[in-house]
């Protein structure tokens, strides 16, 4: 396969969430962010464990009140993944939070208070080794800088973001992020890029307010895709209004297409047309179910002919090409006497695709794989 990735990461410092590193080359984190009530402390926790399972290396929860930040004391006991807590307004509630073991802290500086509230927050976060995250949101601007703009602007986000910046750095403070999201795919892009020359700090991605599961996956996969691709980015969160569990499928889905990150089967799938010999989408839709729980990066060539099947097949750790009746199978891009009988793909398919997993994580002998 054609491995060369032409991608430059942008150099930043590095700070930890948990036992997650975040900046300076480190794997690109992907967190979602719980939307159950967090002091249904039982429901949140469940979708912590869920997140958990489909591979998030953070989660992020809202924490708005006393009430929540005292089911946060359950909830972080409760779970083993790091947890960041979202605060605005009330900066006794990241004091809280702190004192029961967050592992970093949403907030904006700016909105929680005056100087003194600040300080003591961030003493609070240098005292237990915390980092913190500015979020900075297009639909939540401060006033002046509306009235200064008039509408939500790169320029807009990028000072919203530095004033914020600025108080950190005032207090000596650089154990921190940033984020400057927006809904709109162009106006996120470049804030991002803006900001990237601006500081040395990680930066944390994401469009806001994406939308559903189809159109905010894709609006997240081209402006995400977009900053990826020019070496921007730390950790990303796709927003979407969805189940949190596909955010992470489909984060993880735009790192694996621009081969930054892998985790799992990387499908290669023809759409299919009349030459397929099987019915290739049912196929593919069904193996992606099956094998959710399979982390370990494999290319999995799914093609109904013989038209692009063996070549796709070649430079594909598993490899299967179409035939009448039966279809050929590849394994490292070998044919391997052995076909499979079309009415069985699926069945078969996920046997192979398992003992490789095994095999590439040295579980089984390599010679066990064909018996």
């Given amino acids: 396969m054609y491995n060369e990735n032409p991608i430059k990461r942008r150099a930043s410092t590095r700070i930890y969430v948990g036992d ?22 039982d429901a949140t926790v469940a979708q912590i464990r869920a997140l958990e399972n489909v591979g998030a290396d953070i989660v992020r929860v809202s924490v708005p009140t006393m009430d929540a930040a005292e089911a946060f004391k359950l909830i972080k006991q409760q779970t083993n993944i790091p947890l960041i807590a979202d605060i605005h307004f009330d900066y006794r509630i990241a004091l809280k939070v702190a004192e029961y073991g967050v592992d970093c802290l949403r907030i904006n500086p700016g909105n929680i208070g005056n100087e003194s509230r600040i300080k003591s ?3 609070c976060a240098r005292d237990k080794n915390i980092p913190i995250r500015i979020g900075i949101n297009g639909g939540s601007l401060e006033k002046d800088l509306m009235d200064k ?5 790169p320029e807009a986000l990028l000072e919203s973001a530095m004033r ?3 108080i950190l750095d005032r207090l000596n403070f650089d154990q921190f992020k940033v984020s400057v999201k927006a809904s709109d795919v162009f106006l996120a892009v470049e804030a991002y890029r803006l900001l990237a020359k601006q500081i040395v700090q990680p930066l944390h991605l994401g469009i806001t307010e994406a939308g559903g599961l189809r159109s905010g996956s894709v609006k997240s996969s081209v402006g995400l895709g977009m900053l990826l691709a020019e070496g921007i980015g730390d950790t990303l969160r796709i927003s979407l209004a969805a189940d949190p569990v596909e955010e992470i499928k489909v984060g993880f889905d735009i790192l694996k297409s621009l081969r930054i990150r892998s985790r799992g089967i990387n499908f290669i799938a023809c759409p299919s047309c009349s030459r397929q010999e099987f019915d290739v989408i049912n196929t593919v839709n069904e193996l992606e179910r099956r094998l959710e729980d399979v982390i370990t990066p494999m290319d999995v060539s799914i093609i109904g002919c013989v038209v692009n099947g063996p070549g796709e097949a070649l430079v594909s750790d598993i490899g299967l090409t179409g035939g009448n009746r039966k279809s050929g199978y590849f394994d490292d891009g070998v044919r391997q006497k052995e076909r499979f009988d079309n009415d069985n793909i699926v069945d078969s398919l996920e046997a192979k695709i398992r003992a490789k997993a095994s095999i590439i994580n040295g579980r089984i002998p390599v010679q066990d794989l064909n018996k």
Avoid at 20 to 38: F, K, W, Y
């Fill in 20 to 41: 997650v590193p975040i900046g300076d080359g480190a794997p690109i984190a992907v967190q979602s962010m719980t939307n159950t009530l967090t002091t249904d402390v």
């Fill in 121 to 123: 927050v961030v003493e």
């Fill in 149 to 153: 703009y008039k509408e939500p602007t």
């Fill in 164 to 166: 914020h910046v600025d």
